[in-house]
């Protein structure tokens, strides 16, 4: 009901202790692009509390419990990531958060529900970050073409980790349709990393670059965050070696 949710004991910004993140962030400036705030997984607490079933019968049934659950989940993150900036905000550049939106054959619900009850509140964390001045990127994994444009519109400067694998996820038609206004993060499959041989690798590599890195906005990885054990372990340093060679943009 709506009155447990209220009654939850929610989490307390204050918990959270930020006045180490400046200087462990400094040991990597110039290097890396350092990611930083909160990782902000509203929508997996939403999941976490309500199971994810309840939770799509209650965005019907029950809408005003989770947009209750979805507000007191990123209000907390959205604040300690606040105090994350002030404390450490010149070390930080990129504002980094994370919540699994797409299966690998589509989106985990309709665009309807996602732009009814997802969409608002990621919207809070780009204007926070971008109050900031730090570019902000959503890690959702899975089949994710249908939500991009509702991205761009509330100003989410990209996306990590695109799986090519997934439908609607084809390469070329993501850089054609959205390349000018989003930065894809990944790409590079991970299941076929897996399957193929070094040279393989080699050629794979060179063919996501060679789609996706013309005019910018694209950052090469790993389609997912994690290689599996059973990936050769000569496919991996094939694939890094490849994008030091050709996959660095002119300074």
Same mark, same amino acid.
């Given at each position: 009901s709506?009155e447990?949710?209220?009654?939850?004991?929610?989490?307390?910004p204050?918990?959270?202790?930020?006045?180490?993140?400046?200087?462990?962030?400094?040991q990597?400036?110039?290097?890396?692009?350092i990611?930083g705030?909160?990782?902000?997984?509203?929508?997996?607490?939403? +999941?976490?509390?309500? /199971?994810? /079933?309840?939770?799509?019968?209650?965005?019907?049934?029950?809408?005003? +419990?989770v947009?209750?659950?979805?507000?007191?989940?990123?209000?907390?993150?959205?604040?300690?990531?606040?105090?994350?900036?002030?404390?450490?905000g010149?070390? +930080?550049?990129i504002?980094?958060?994370?919540?699994?939106?797409g299966?690998?054959?589509?989106?985990? #619900?309709?665009?309807?529900?996602?732009?009814?009850?997802?969409?608002p509140?990621?919207?809070?964390?780009?204007?926070?970050?971008?109050?900031y001045?730090k570019?902000?990127v959503?890690?959702?994994?899975?089949?994710?073409?249908e939500f991009i444009? /509702?991205?761009?519109? +509330?100003?989410?400067?990209?996306?990590?980790?695109?799986?090519?694998?997934?439908?609607?996820?084809? #390469?070329?038609?993501?850089?054609?349709?959205?390349?000018?206004?989003?930065?894809?993060?990944?790409?590079? /499959?991970?299941?076929?990393?897996?399957?193929?041989?070094?040279?393989?690798a080699?050629? #794979?590599?060179?063919?996501?670059?060679?789609?996706?890195m013309?005019?910018?906005?694209f950052?090469?990885s790993p389609?997912?965050?994690? #290689?599996l054990?059973?990936?050769?372990?000569e496919?991996?340093?094939?694939?890094?070696?490849?994008?030091?060679?050709c996959?660095?943009?002119d300074?």
């Amino acid at each position: 009901s709506l009155e447990e949710v209220l009654a939850y004991p929610w989490p307390d910004p204050d918990w959270i202790e930020v006045s180490h993140i400046r200087e462990e962030a400094l040991q990597w400036g110039g290097e890396f692009a350092i990611l930083g705030g909160e990782w902000s997984p509203f929508w997996h607490d939403a +999941i976490d509390l309500l /199971d994810f /079933d309840g939770l799509i019968y209650q965005m019907y049934d029950n809408p005003e +419990i989770v947009h209750t659950v979805m507000q007191r989940t990123s209000e907390y993150y959205l604040e300690v990531s606040r105090r994350i900036f002030e404390a450490a905000g010149d070390a +930080i550049d990129i504002f980094f958060i994370g919540n699994d939106l797409g299966a690998q054959t589509g989106p985990l #619900l309709s665009p309807p529900l996602f732009r009814e009850f997802v969409l608002p509140y990621l919207k809070r964390f780009v204007d926070l970050g971008h109050e900031y001045g730090k570019l902000v990127v959503l890690h959702t994994d899975g089949s994710m073409r249908e939500f991009i444009p /509702d991205l761009i519109a +509330i100003g989410m400067d990209g996306m990590q980790s695109v799986q090519p694998y997934c439908r609607g996820m084809d #390469l070329a038609g993501l850089k054609r349709d959205f390349g000018r206004d989003f930065t894809f993060f990944g790409c590079i /499959d991970t299941q076929r990393l897996i399957e193929t041989t070094p040279e393989g690798a080699r050629q #794979l590599t060179r063919e996501v670059l060679e789609i996706m890195m013309p005019g910018g906005g694209f950052i090469a990885s790993p389609s997912h965050d994690y #290689l599996l054990p059973e990936t050769p372990v000569e496919n991996v340093i094939i694939m890094y070696e490849t994008i030091r060679e050709c996959g660095s943009y002119d300074p």
